[in-house]
């Protein structure tokens, strides 16, 4: 008799892993999360070295550009997933280039998402896309530059090729969230639905000494998303049908009307 209910607290104890295993994972994750620097809101590009927010002297420095920046920065970039309320269908599992643009919009407009919001924006977006490029689905780089002009309203909206660590703490740095297609496998998001998208776009948004923070669309745990910055240069690929893998390196930069 011992054994036998020795036996079911086992078994029992083995369902409840299964059962809890995402909140422990999440758990795991959070406790080894390092801290990101607090997330400074958006102001004037005008006033931007300004604003470093306590930075102390020995905390800075001087990159490629001869631009004094601080060590680690973070935009207050609203959050949401490309799918708010979890329904990956077919219009949100594509939805990614649409949420990426709203972050970035969001954040210079000073407002913040809810689901239902999101979810509206997001489809507002598709039927543009529906209407003026004959459907929805991956679109490059160039593509989304027009959307985010035609749609968002944005007059200067740059693409950058072959952008390097420096460039990008650079945007950040002078206030601008930064719009990266992705190669999404090359990422290894432990939180996309395995092996992850073949593309993939998401909001740079900070930068720690080693590490970019990022708003990841793609799951919702996206959130402040830490990559280090080499796997985020490396996944760096436009949309490219034949080979994502040989897709152009290059990004978007939005500049506030």
Not at 131 to 151: L, R, W
Not at 153 to 165: A, F
Request: include cysteine; charge should be negative.
């Amino acid at each position: 008799m011992k054994r036998i209910l020795i036996l079911i607290v086992v078994i029992m104890g083995f369902v409840g892993l299964f059962y809890y295993r995402i909140t422990i994972k999440d758990f795991l994750v959070d406790l080894n999360q390092p801290e990101i620097p607090e997330a400074v809101e958006y102001q004037n590009v005008e006033d931007y070295k300004t604003i470093i927010n306590d930075q102390k002297p020995n905390n800075e420095v001087q990159n490629q550009n001869s631009e004094i920046i601080p060590l680690s920065y973070n935009l207050d970039v609203p959050f949401t997933s490309q799918a708010p309320f979890a329904d990956w269908n077919e219009t949100f599992k594509e939805a990614c280039e649409e949420a990426s643009a709203l972050m970035v919009h969001y954040f210079y407009q000073s407002q913040n998402f809810t689901p239902q919001l999101a979810t509206e924006e997001i489809l507002k977006m598709v039927d543009w896309q529906l209407a003026n490029f004959g459907g929805h689905y991956d679109i490059t780089v160039e593509q989304t530059t027009e959307m985010i002009k035609k749609y968002l309203g944005y007059k200067n909206v740059e693409i950058i090729n072959n952008p390097t660590v420096e460039n990008i703490k650079s945007y950040i740095f002078q206030n601008h969230p930064v719009i990266i297609p992705v190669a999404g496998r090359e990422l290894g998001n432990p939180y996309f639905t395995q092996p992850g998208p073949i593309y993939h776009m998401l909001i740079i948004k900070g930068y720690t000494e080693d590490q970019f923070i990022t708003n990841d669309p793609g799951t919702k745990r996206g959130e402040d998303f830490l990559y280090d910055y080499d796997v985020i240069i490396n996944s760096i690929h436009d949309w490219n049908e034949e080979d994502i893998l040989q897709g152009s390196k290059r990004i978007i930069v939005i500049y506030p009307n």
